[in-house]
C-alpha cells in the first residue's frame, strides 16, 4: 500500500515548458534561421507578418499566440508555399520553426 501511494504521489508531478535561450555558441544562420521581427499589420487583411532583415514581409497565414507581438525578434526558418489567403501583403509561408531571439 505505501509503495502504492508514492507511486501516485511521484506520478503527479507536473511538467513545464521554458523557452530557453539559444546556446550563443550555435550559429542560427548556419541552422537555415533568418533573422526576422514581428510586425502587427492592420491593412489588407492581415494580422501579423514577420519582416525578415533583408526586408522580405513573410505572410505565416497563422502566427501561434506566443509569438504574435508586434515588434518581437525571432530567429525564423519557413518555407514558401503557393496558397490562396485574404492577406495581400508578403510572400505567404509555413513556418517550420520560429524562436524568439534575444541579441540587438
Keep these: ?14 511538467v513545464q515548458k ?11 544562420v548556419a541552422l537555415n534561421y533568418e533573422k526576422g521581427v514581428v510586425k502587427f499589420w492592420e491593412l489588407d487583411g492581415c494580422q501579423y507578418l514577420i519582416e525578415t532583415a533583408n526586408g522580405k514581409k513573410l505572410n505565416p497565414g497563422i502566427l501561434d499566440t506566443a509569438y504574435a507581438h508586434d515588434g518581437l525578434k525571432v530567429w ?15 510572400i505567404t509561408v509555413d513556418i517550420i520553426d520560429i524562436k ?5
Design 100 to 104: 524568439k531571439r534575444y541579441d540587438d
Design 76 to 90: 525564423i526558418r519557413y518555407k514558401q508555399v503557393d496558397r490562396m489567403n485574404i492577406c495581400m501583403s508578403g
Design 18 to 28: 521554458t523557452e530557453k535561450k539559444p546556446n550563443e555558441s550555435v550559429d542560427p
Design 1 to 14: 500500500m505505501a509503495l502504492l501511494s508514492a507511486l501516485v504521489i511521484f506520478s503527479c508531478t507536473s
